[in-house]
């Protein structure tokens, strides 16, 4: 069976009271970004990611960098169940490039 695109969206809530638990904030916040997930809005992330395997293997370095203290959620479905969202108020971010294409430079 051929794999699927698929999205994993990383939810958080992470306390800020604290100069420590900023850091620790601004840390994950940052590691999200390196790891190419795009802010959807306010502690939402999404990544594409091309199957499975790569979901899992991102699920584990997530595991890693998470903060001791807060919520984190990772919910990972397909791309054509992401393609199904609805906006009640406001629109999609269309400046953001976020697709499956690739990138080519000869």
Sequence with gaps: MRDRIMR?????????I???????YNLFRKFLLNEGFLMLQESVYSKLILNSEQSKL????IRKKS???GIIQVLTITE???????YIIGESNTKIINSEDKLVIL
């Excluded at 604290?18 to 620790?24: C, F, G, L």
């Design 8 to 16: 994993t969206i990383v939810f958080f809530d992470l306390p800020n």
């Design 18 to 24: 604290y100069a420590k638990d900023r850091r620790n």
């Design 58 to 61: 991102l699920l584990e370095r």
């Design 67 to 69: 903060p001791k203290k």
């Design 80 to 86: 054509k169940q992401y393609s199904q969202i609805e």
